[in-house]
């Protein structure tokens, strides 16, 4: 399988948006923008929040578990290590985007 990075990505869907706009009148360019707008959105989506994840993948409840900023959770982070062991870590959590 083809690897890409996000960058790549985000150029080709761009590239198909592009294409399709120049042949709206294709049911196919149509659908192939939609699907590349959202997956646009998606990867240049910012996140909404950050939370603490334990190290068997569950979320971490505590009293400053979530932060708009990740680096504020650094001292709940070693708390959830020293409780549920080594491999706690800070994850972006995202927001969809609103469907009109």
């Keep these: 399988m083809e690897k890409f990075t996000k960058e790549q990505l985000i150029e080709r869907a761009k590239s198909v ?13 149509r659908l ?3 699907i590349n707008e959202t997956a646009l959105a998606a990867l240049t989506a ?9 190290c068997d993948g569950m979320a971490y409840f505590a009293e400053h578990c979530v932060s708009s900023n990740p680096a504020h959770l650094s001292d ?5 290590d020293d409780e549920s062991g080594e491999g706690a870590k ?7 985007p609103e469907v009109d």
């Design 17 to 29: 948006i592009h294409l399709a706009a120049r042949h709206p009148e294709s049911h196919t360019a």
């Design 32 to 34: 192939d923008a939609a």
């Design 46 to 54: 910012k996140p909404f929040m950050y939370v603490i994840e334990d």
């Design 76 to 80: 709940e982070l070693q708390t959830a």
């Design 90 to 96: 800070v994850i972006p959590l995202y927001r969809l």
